[in-house]
């Protein structure tokens, strides 16, 4: 077992003193800015990027990391993180395994390694990694996960009792976290009322997920309640899964991550209930009928991860799309639902930076949900390091990014 330094370990935290994720962010990229290689930095950015939801850029954190500290568990045990937020639960155990041959506990580990248990239907290790996560970083988060599972395994009593010390202190991830509990344990009428009490307004979307929750079976319910992941009420898919973690992770040189307040959900928790109403959408057949299951296995899909119709309309001044059959390398400048604003933000970033952009032509890849503005196609990871690092010299965040085989990218007109 390998020792693991307790500088490091501490870094493991998103931030510290209430320091909001994208600060954590903010702050590890100005580190890795002038130190690209430095370790805590790393670490720290791939957690902030992980509680973000960017579950690409913390594996790309986490894979350098892994790069420059070969035997911490840090590196492993985030990459298992990001692949049990993706609902890869199989996939994540492997890279836990390897977190703990290096050193890693159950308590520091637990939090994330509990969900991917949960995934697989292993409730029990779940809620042992879970309790074992209450003393560490992730107390928090570890606690509403605990909760979840002891819904799911039909014990509603400790389930609220495990949320009681975060509800006195006025949690809003509590709150929704009991919607969800009561739901589960199949109080509809309580799940909808606590709901509307977290998030005014959500009730009448939610009221049909809460009643087909509990006929679920456990692990579907996991997937459901922690990441937005259902099974296809129809059989057919209806959004597409997003895209798997490759081997050998895309290395992050900078990145860009909207703010976030304490008041307000966590964008993980907003796109866990949009997802939810995207999903509720699909599962009713034209004129408002609601479809019937059949007794053949559900399919699992994960559904666009925020409000907005799943096909994103196309920018005016992006031209047709085109096909990239390979994997290639990008910069990406900016990302967000709306795809009609990132030929502005193109153009705006041209303008003020005429000499560094010269030549250079601007693309829109678009997945369910999100769009991308990138840069490139780049030859090899030196080449968009060497340009990342002129971005970076006036002021632009950017990190490199990879498409998948088949991916549309549109480039933008006049370029």
Not at 16 to 28: C, I, K, Y
Not at 46 to 71: K, N, V, Y
Not at 89 to 108: D, I, K, P, W
Not at 368 to 373: F, S, T
């Amino acid at each position: 077992m390998v020792a693991v330094p307790t500088a490091a370990l501490a870094q493991v935290a998103v931030g510290t003193g209430g320091e909001s994720p994208s600060d954590a962010l903010a702050r590890n990229m100005k580190v890795l800015g002038s130190s690209p290689g430095n370790f805590d930095a790393l670490i720290g950015a791939g957690r902030a990027a992980l509680a973000l939801g960017d579950t690409q850029a913390a594996a790309g954190f986490f894979g350098r990391a892994d790069e420059a500290w070969s035997t911490s568990p840090l590196p492993q045990a985030g990459i298992g993180a990001a692949l049990a937020q993706q609902g890869d639960g199989n996939g994540a155990l492997q890279y836990f395994s390897r977190a703990v041959q290096r050193g890693a506990t159950q308590s520091m580990i637990g939090c994330d390694r509990g969900l991917a248990y949960d995934l697989l239907g292993r409730h029990r290790d779940a809620q042992a990694d879970y309790r074992a996560a209450l003393i560490g970083h992730d107390g928090d988060e570890a606690r509403r996960r605990l909760a979840l599972s002891l819904a799911i395994t039909g014990n509603k009593t400790d389930a609220l009792s495990t949320l009681s010390p975060l509800m006195a202190r006025g949690d809003a991830g509590a709150a929704r976290t009991r919607a969800f509990v009561l739901a589960l344990t199949g109080d509809s009428a309580g799940a909808k009322n606590a709901i509307e009490s977290a998030m005014p307004g959500s009730a009448s979307h939610m009221a049909y997920f809460f009643q087909k929750l509990p006929a679920l079976r456990s692990d579907q319910k996991a997937a459901a309640v922690n990441l937005g992941i259902f099974p296809s009420a129809s059989g057919l898919q209806t959004a597409s899964v997003q895209p798997p973690i490759p081997a050998n992770p895309v290395k992050v040189i900078y990145g860009r991550s909207p703010k976030q307040s304490a008041e307000k959900p966590t964008l993980e928790e907003e796109d866990r209930i949009a997802s939810i109403q995207e999903w509720l959408s699909q599962a009713t057949k034209p004129g408002g009928e609601t479809a019937t299951t059949t007794g053949e296995p559900a399919s699992t899909v994960q559904v666009a991860s925020t409000s907005i119709p799943t096909t994103v309309s196309q920018p005016s001044s992006a031209s047709p799309s085109t096909t990239s059959a390979t994997r290639r390398l990008w910069i990406q400048l900016a990302s967000g639902p709306n795809a009609t604003a990132l030929p502005d933000q193109f153009v705006r970033l041209k303008t003020r930076n005429r000499e560094l952009f010269e030549g250079i032509s601007g693309y829109i890849a678009e997945e369910p949900g999100k769009a991308r503005l990138l840069i490139g196609p780049f030859r090899n990871d030196s080449e968009a390091s060497i340009f990342a690092d002129d971005l970076a010299s006036v002021h632009i965040d950017a990190f490199t990014w990879t498409n998948q085989p088949g991916q549309s990218i549109r480039k933008l007109q006049g370029e």
